[in-house]
Every structure is written in C-alpha cells, then in structure tokens.
C-alpha cells in the first residue's frame, strides 16, 4: 500500500499457524486519549450474540467514523490487512475494568496493563500481553471459509489497572479479491 511507504509498520509474527501478527505503534498516544474521550460517556455493559453473559465483563461501544481520528483507524487497518472494511462493523471501543475478562471465544490495544489481561490462545498455548499503541491480527476462518479452532481466544482478568481495547471485525464477504478462497480443507 503506497500509505505504508510513507509510514511503514513495525510487524512482528507471535505465532505460525494460526498466523497472529503484532503490529507495534499503530495508534498514538493522542489518538487513544481522543478515543478514550469520546468512548467513556457513552460506555454499556459489553454483550455477546446471546446478550448479556456472565462469561464477558467490560463495558463498550460501537464508533462510526463521522469522527475523523475513527475514519483514520479505520483506513490503517484496512491499508495494513490488505482487507476491504466496507463490509466491517465499526470500532468497538471497550475497557476491562479490574476483574474484567472474555472467556474463550472465537473474534488494537490502547493500554498496557499492571497485571493480568492477556488474550490467551488456549488450543495453541500462547498469550499475548497487552502493548499500548499495538494492534493483533489474526484470521478467525479458514480461507475455505471453516472456523479455524486454533483462533479460540480469551481475555484475561485484569488483576491491577485498565484494559482499553478497540476492536474492527471484518468480516469475509467483500473480500473475495483481496483474499482468495480455497475448496482446501487444509487451507
């Protein structure tokens, strides 16, 4: 992406397969405070597809990009993926709170944390500390369009200080050039 030449990324790759890559700096310091500031007033007690659930402790909310340092995330992710967002749900900013955590579950971090709040790959054995300013990526499916077990993940409670999360799930469709699919069951 000619955006990259200009402002490369520092990439690194935590883990093979599944691949989840760290992107370091992503966000700045300036930018996760006016996040933080447009996010606190109108957080809600975060839910899942089930609505709210026991196994999911934190509070969030969706951002659209009418704000202009939310449009800019935006078109990083995508410019850093490869991966259109127009068919992506918007920013959804969310705090974990001392004892806050996500189960095991199938899906950028604002804010280092004192202690606990790791996201946990249990089916591969790996955790990830949260990095301010860092983003993690990774593919939830298969290019075959199977969920990949491995991609299990979870949130760790946060034993002292915050967790400030922002997640962009995009989604598979539209991205069918960007992409390709495979009739593999491997891939």
Known sequence: NPRLIYAPVKEEVEWDEPGIIRYHDIISDREIEILTNISRPLLSRSLTTGGVSKNRTSQ????????????RISQRIADITGLSTKSAENLFVQNYGIGGRYEPHYDELMSDVEIGGATVFPQV??????????????????????????????????????KWVANKWIHEFGQEFRRRCSLSYWE
Request: glycine share 10%; aromatic share 8%; net charge positive.
């Open 125 to 162: 054995d790996v955790a990830l500390k949260p990095k301010k300013g860092s983003a993690v990526f990774w593919y939830n499916l298969h290019k075959n369009g199977n969920v990949d077990l491995n991609t299990k993940h979870a949130g760790c409670p946060v034993l002292r200080g915050n």
């Open 60 to 71: 969030g909310v969706f951002l659209k990009e009418d704000n202009i340092v939310v449009a």
